[in-house]
Structures are given as C-alpha cells and as structure tokens.
C-alpha cells in the first residue's frame, strides 16, 4: 500500500460497484479521491465515510470529495474537473467508470436508449479524457487515464448491442490517445472486467441457478469480487505500470481465452 500517495484522482461513477471499489483502494493507497455520482447521493456519501475512516499508509492527511455530475454532458464534466480541482489542488489520475448498459433485441433497440448508452460510455469517457488532458498539458505535467472497459471490447454481447459498441470504441480510444499523448507522459490504459458482483448484474447474482450458468463459462469458476478489479486500476495507476500505455488488461477470470475449448471438440481428438 501506500503507491497512490498524495495523487489526486477523479473517479466516475463511484457510488457503488466497481467504481466504489476503486475509490476504497485508491484511498488506501494513499491517493486523494473525488466520488463522482450521478443521482445516488446515499450511496456516495455511504463510499465517501468508508474511505474516510481509512488512514493513509504514509500518516499524511487526505482529502476526499463527493461531487455529482452526468458525464453525458459537457458543460457538467467541464465543472466536474473544475471543481474536481479546486477541491484537491491538482489532477494527477481520472478513472472513467460510469456506465451502463440496456438489454434489448438488437431489431426493437429504441434510439434514445441506443443513444443514452452511448452518451455515458463512449461520450463520457471521451469528455473526461479531454478535459484530463488538457489540463495535463496545461500544466506541463504526467497524468493517467484509466477507463473501464469490458471482455466485451472484443467478445459479442447479442441483446446488448450498444454496450459492446461503446466497449469496442473504448478499447480504440485507449489505443489512439495512448499513442497520441506518450511523449508527453501521459499514459492511457484500460481494464477489461468478465463477470463481477456488482448492482449492475443483480440479475444473476441473486439467482443461484443463473449464477451457476453464468459461473460455468469462466474458468477460474467464479465470478469477481469489486475489490479484484479494483487492484488492477491501482497498479496501472501507479508508478509499478509506468511503461505500460494503450493496453487493456482483462481481469476475467479467463473468460477472453475462448473457455468452451477446454475441450477439443473441434478437433475430434
């Protein structure tokens, strides 16, 4: 512990679930967190006073800051940053988890739920990417992106076509800012969650016969805790990952290794 400390970074999303998490080990990392939300203010304060209790690995004082804004909408992420950073003093990190998803037969997909889908996942990220790097560049300083993709960037989600659109174009903007902003030491990474307990898959998580057939398909056999995710965005945001930019790093249990050819049936053999 202790590799965050005195970073100040930006958490979309962080009321619960994954994004919760993150802001609990950032913390315990030493970092300063800001708690984004959209409309879940209990819940953010509930992650907020979690975090507080924490102490900082290096004994110094922390600062942690509820902030609500929708990510969809530009002229609120531009004062998500702004208050973002007179709150703490500086960015060093923004970690772009919002998201959501809506399930629906790709042929009765409703514009506006396509397009809602949209707006959060690929937008968002976009426009809090944009503003962290424009500051980082206005300061003349290193900075990390971090977005939180999904095995879906690169394996179909049938009824869930505009998630794993947003997922794919995510893995692309990764890639493509990655590359852009190397030279100014700006390092932009993803992470690629399967199957974790968080609110956003309650559907199976409380039903242990859907739970089963979920579980079955992964071969490690179980799905994630929070925290195993939130590990991973510690480390990328951390010195340890310093010459790592433009990846995405699947924490899945093995579900991107093709699991149904753990036996060879294709082969006959």
């Known amino acids: 512990m202790g590799r965050l400390t ?9 009321s619960t679930g994954i994004g919760r998490a993150i802001a609990i080990r950032f913390a315990e990392e030493g970092a300063n967190v800001i708690i984004n939300y959209l409309a879940d ?9 979690t975090i507080s209790k924490q102490t900082n ?27 973002s ?7 060093d990190i923004v970690v772009n988890n919002a998201g959501i998803q809506k399930a629906s037969p790709t042929e009765q997909i409703e514009l506006r739920d396509f397009d809602q889908v949209l707006n959060v996942n690929l937008r968002g990220t976009f426009m809090c990417s944009r503003e962290a790097v424009r500051y980082f560049l206005q300061r003349g300083k290193p900075g990390v992106i971090l977005n939180n993709s999904s095995v879906h960037e690169i394996i179909p989600k049938p009824k869930y076509l505009s998630y794993s659109i947003t997922k794919g174009g995510i893995e692309n903007l990764t890639k493509t800012m990655a590359l852009e902003y190397a030279d100014r030491g700006i390092r932009v990474n993803a992470v690629g969650p399967g199957a ?4 956003i898959n309650k559907a199976w998580i409380n039903d242990p016969k859907a739970r089963a057939e979920v579980e079955s398909h992964i071969p490690i ?24 930019t433009g990846q995405t790093i699947f924490a899945c249990g093995g579900l991107t290794l093709y699991p149904e050819f753990r036996v060879a049936w294709s082969s006959g053999e």
């Open 6 to 14: 005195g970073k100040n970074a930006i958490i979309t999303g962080a």
């Open 41 to 49: 203010a209990e819940n953010a304060e509930e992650t907020l006073d």
């Open 57 to 83: 690995p290096s004994g110094a004082p922390q600062k942690h800051v509820t902030l609500q804004a929708d990510v969809s909408k530009e002229d609120q992420v531009r004062k998500l940053f702004a208050d």
């Open 85 to 91: 950073i007179a709150a703490l003093g500086d960015l």
């Open 196 to 199: 974790v307990v968080t609110p």
């Open 221 to 244: 056999g179980r799905a994630a805790d929070p925290a195993e995710i939130a590990s991973v965005f510690a480390f990328l945001a951390s010195d340890d990952a310093s010459y790592i």
